[in-house]
Nanobody
Framework: VQLVESGGGLVQVGDSLRLSCAAS????????LGWFRQAPGKEREFVSA????????YYLDSVKGRFTISRDNGKNTLYLQMNSLKPEDTAVYYC?????????????????WGQGTQVTVSS
């Protein structure tokens, strides 16, 4: 599976962005999908994840109510709608895919990663 993120950019505080992650491969619908982010000088952190069916979603506490994860298995695409953006959301955002059998918030559970897209929120 190859993953390619898009949709990042430079925005102002309170603005919105929608990230997309396009996947190749016929088994896309089998995977749990996640978004992670990494700010300069910090470790990569979990942001959100969605089950293979889209029926279960998970969020980092600090993005709950502002970010929405979704997937379109017919288009092999994962999305992250980000509203009310804050400067602390500034990071490189990565999408990830895997047959996650345990803790969906752990990066180690994902087998495939995109190259990342930069999100910068300016105050």
């Amino acid at each position: 599976v190859q993953l390619v993120e898009s949709g990042g950019g430079l925005v102002q505080v309170g603005d919105s962005l929608r990230l997309s992650c396009a996947a190749s491969g016929r088994t896309f619908s089998r995977y749990t999908l996640g978004w992670f982010r990494q700010a300069p000088g910090k470790e990569r952190e979990f942001v959100s994840a969605i089950s293979w069916s889209g029926g279960i979603t998970y969020y980092l506490d600090s993005v709950k109510g502002r970010f929405t994860i979704s997937r379109d298995n017919g288009k092999n695409t994962l999305y992250l709608q980000m509203n009310s953006l804050k400067p602390e959301d500034t990071a490189v955002y990565y999408c990830a895919a895997g047959v996650v059998t345990s803790y969906v918030r752990a990066a180690s559970g994902y087998d495939y990663w995109g190259q990342g897209t930069q999100v910068t929120v300016s105050s």
